[in-house]
């Protein structure tokens, strides 16, 4: 069911429609969903450009427009009420069906235009299999209107991104594929155990590995958060957690911890001498990096071109 039915039906129970939804501003729908995004309104600042009072008086405009509290906001911090919540996933549809409306309206006249815009995991630059900056090339080239949008996220988001309307692709993995979405191999990504020159394990014999390993501390990444996933009976103690790799490399370094990283990734201090893999014949795993795209993108001829480039330039 569209959220903007949802949202309509909304009013009519709670006490009347305010206002013609489509009649709502388009740029004061995206200022609150960029405010949403952010998780408040200081946070927007810097992905918005513009100040926060400035931002402030927006979110006022629109809600005096609709005629709704779409959030509190003050000391305790920034949360959505239940017809700002509802209004949020309205807001994301309906932009989402707007640039959808653009591109189609474009390729008429046999050009892409519009936003195109991709979730991604972090550190997918350092991997020289990745042909995400050919992909954004190729697309630049058959469309001189086209304006592009990169979100680097955690790995759970980048699905929710897409399956919100966010983003029309997302480049990550998944352990468990979301209903209403396409998922594609790119390549597998191999992911070793590292640990930093201040650590025991990095100078230790190879007798004493053994020892060391049952008393280093793991890291919890956002790949496979449980170590019962990884069934390699190590020290998880939940004392160190980290969303992103770049995360994963500070808590390494530190010499405290231990922890997985994709290989790509971790050549860059491997080769600097300030990390070391830990027994990579036993303790790897390969995951899979996913193109992944919503069902019904195949209405927007942008963001069929973008899926297109993204394969091409992997293959």
């Known amino acids: 069911m569209h959220n903007y039915r949802n949202l309509f039906r909304y009013y009519q129970t709670n006490g009347g429609l305010p206002m013609q939804v489509q009649d709502v501003d388009l740029k004061l729908l995206r200022i609150f969903v960029a405010i949403v995004e952010c998780g408040g309104l200081s946070a927007a600042e810097s992905r918005l450009n513009i100040g926060r009072s400035t931002i402030s008086s927006h979110l006022s ?72 900056a050919d992909a954004i090339a190729a697309l630049k080239a058959k469309g001189t209107n086209i304006q592009f949008d990169i979100n680097v996220c955690e790995a759970r988001e980048v699905e929710t991104s897409v399956v919100n309307g966010r983003s029309l692709v997302g480049l990550g993995v998944s352990r468990h594929q979301l209903r209403g979405l396409e998922y594609f191999p790119l390549h597998n990504e191999t992911n070793f155990l590292y640990c930093g020159d201040k650590h025991p394990l990095f100078n230790c014999k190879a007798s ?88 019904n993108n195949a209405i927007s001829p942008l963001a069929n071109a973008l899926i297109e480039e993204i394969k091409r330039c992997h293959r």
Not at 105 to 113: F, G, M, P, R, T
Not at 234 to 245: G, I, R
Request: aromatic share 8%.
């Open 61 to 132: 405009d629109l809600e005096v427009r609709l005629g709704i509290k779409l959030c509190k906001r003050g000391r305790s911090g920034f949360e959505l009420t239940e017809p700002g919540r509802v209004t949020y996933q309205a807001s994301l549809e309906l932009l989402q069906q707007c640039e959808a409306f653009a591109s189609t309206v474009a390729s008429s006249k046999d050009e892409l235009s519009g936003r195109v815009t991709i979730a991604a995991i972090d550190t997918m630059v350092s991997d020289p299999r990745c042909g995400l």
């Open 208 to 295: 004493d590995v053994a020892k060391y390993l049952k008393q280093a501390e793991m890291i919890t990444s956002n790949y496979t958060r449980d170590k019962e996933v990884r069934n390699d009976g190590l020290n998880y103690q939940h004392s160190a957690t980290a969303y992103h790799d770049e995360g994963i490399a500070h808590l390494i370094l530190s010499g405290e911890f231990i922890g997985y990283l994709p290989e790509h990734y971790a050549n860059y201090w491997v080769e600097k001498g300030q990390m070391k893999a830990i027994r990579p014949d036993k303790y790897h795993y390969q995951i899979p990096v996913m193109l992944i795209s919503s069902k």
